[in-house]
Every structure is written in C-alpha cells, then in structure tokens.
C-alpha cells in the first residue's frame, strides 16, 4: 500500500464551523505533513510530525489545529477559518524526517475546502 | 526573491511533440532538486530528482540534468503523449524541506 488517503474529498463550511480533515498512510513512514496550495500556487508547508512529536510550524494561524493521534493518521481541525483560507489542502508522508527521506514524499490528493 | 523559478504556463504541445520546462534556482551551498508532477485530481507525485551537479535524473521518459554552472534544473522529453497533460513542479531542498515553484501546467493534445 503507497497511498496516502484524505477524506473529505470536498468540504463547505461557513467561517463559524468547526470540521477536521483527516489523513491516513499505511506505509510505516515516521514523517506527516500539511501543506497548503491555493489556485496556481505552488503547496506551502504549514507542518510537520515527525514520530507523532510537532517537528515544525510554519506560523500558522491558530486556527488550523494539527494533531497526530498515531503514526497513521495525522489530523487538521479547522476553525473560525477565513475565506482566504479557501485552498486545497495537502497530507503528506516520507520514511522519516531527515533530509534524505524526507526527500521523497508522497502526497495525498488532497481536500478542496471552501470557506463561505 | 523566488529561490525556484518556472516557466510560466499553460505549455501547450501536440503528441509526439518535443518538451521542454525550463527550471531555476537559487539557493546557498548544494541543494538537492527535483520534479514532482500533479496528475488533474490528484495529489503531487516525485517525478524524477538529482543530489548533486551533473547528475541526471529520468523517469518514464522524463529527464533533467542538475546544470550548477547555468543554476538550472530543465525537465526535457522526447516525445509527449496525451497522458503526460498535468501541472509540474521543481522543487529544490533546503535544509530538510522542500521548496517548489510555482508550476507549469503541460497541456498535450491528439
């Protein structure tokens, strides 16, 4: 299994709502990550997990929420979010987080959220 | 500025033509640089990647030679086909992240 799976695909919420996005991978990797592309952009990392532990934030609103229950599965709760916050939001994974596996990532396909 | 430059698009080609994606960077010390490529509704995958000056990566077709003198990193193919159509990426590192361009959107027609 090489996939990384987000659910939703597509997500509607109003700047009132609190939704999470989740992310799953199955391939044993110790590294997670959130990236951020808005249209014609190129993805921004937002962070990382590397063994379930907060490695990086990369001075993101408070409003996104990242938690890392275990090594699968890493989550994005979302709150009071803005509609500038509208963007396609991507999971990733690699072995580790060091500059040789993290060299390879694998990306999910990602959720389309728009904030109304 | 941008530490990784791209073409812009749409690149528009018939199949069958020759590609051509031109890539630069600017970085400090010797980055490792890379393709990903994001299929429509999916999301980005490693394409191809080179660790160190002259090498040459290539996948499925797909080449790029790590070029330090010119600070390039151009994707080339041969041939395009119609399932090549898709947006793609350099990237380079930095430290133990990833920094990508903006992306060049391929467009491949019969």
């Known amino acids: 299994d090489t996939e990384v799976t987000q659910t939703p695909k597509h997500l509607v919420m109003g700047m009132t709502n609190k939704k999470s996005l989740k992310c799953e991978q199955h391939m044993g990797h110790r590294a997670m990550y959130w990236y951020k592309q808005k249209a014609k952009k190129p993805p921004e990392l937002m962070f990382v997990y590397s063994y379930e532990k907060l490695s990086i934030n990369e001075s993101v609103p408070s409003r996104f929420s990242p938690e890392c229950p275990n090594s699968s599965l890493l989550n994005l709760h979302l709150h009071a979010l803005q509609p500038e916050d509208s963007a396609l939001y991507l999971c990733?994974?690699?072995?580790?987080?060091?500059?040789?596996?993290?060299?390879?990532?694998?990306f999910g396909s990602g959720t389309q959220l728009s904030v109304l | 500025g941008d530490s990784v430059t791209q073409m812009e698009g749409p690149v528009t080609l018939s199949e069958e033509a020759f590609l051509t994606i031109n890539c630069t960077y600017t970085a400090t010390g010797y980055p490792s640089l890379f393709w990903y490529v994001q299929y429509p509704g999916e999301g980005l995958q490693l394409l191809l990647k080179?660790?160190?000056?002259?090498d040459k990566g290539s996948n499925k077709g797909f080449e790029a030679t790590y070029r330090k003198e010119t600070t390039s990193f151009h994707l080339e193919k041969g041939s395009v086909q119609v399932s090549d159509s898709a947006v793609y990426f350099c990237a380079r590192s930095e430290g133990d992240k990833l920094i990508f361009g903006t992306g060049t959107r391929l467009q491949v027609f019969p």
């Open positions: 080179a660790t160190k000056a002259d």
């Open positions: 990733a994974s690699s072995q580790g987080w060091d500059r040789v596996s993290n060299e390879k990532l694998f």
